[in-house]
C-alpha cells in the first residue's frame, strides 16, 4: 500500500515532527523553548517539506520490507 494513500499529509508531518523532536533536544534561549521541528520548518519551510518526503520515503521502504 502506497504510505501517502495510508496517511494525510499532515499525519505524515505530525510523524516527522514526533521523531525529530525525540531525536534532537529542545532549544532555549532565554526564556522561550522551541523544538528541532519547529526551528526547520520555521526557518527552511523547503527543507522541511523535502524532508517530510524523505521520511515519507523511509516509511514506503519500511512498508515494502513488511
Avoid at 2 to 13: A, F, H, N, S
Avoid at 23 to 48: F, M, R
Wanted: glycine share 2%; proline share 5%.
Amino acid at each position: 500500500m502506497d504510505i501517502r494513500e495510508k496517511y494525510t499529509q499532515e499525519e505524515l508531518e505530525e510523524q516527522f515532527d514526533e521523531m525529530m523532536d525525540e531525536l534532537y533536544p529542545p532549544y532555549k534561549i532565554g526564556e522561550l523553548t522551541y523544538y528541532a521541528s519547529q526551528i526547520l520548518n520555521n526557518c527552511d519551510p523547503i527543507a522541511y517539506q523535502i524532508s517530510v518526503q524523505e521520511y515519507a520515503d523511509f516509511l514506503q521502504e519500511q512498508e515494502d520490507e513488511e
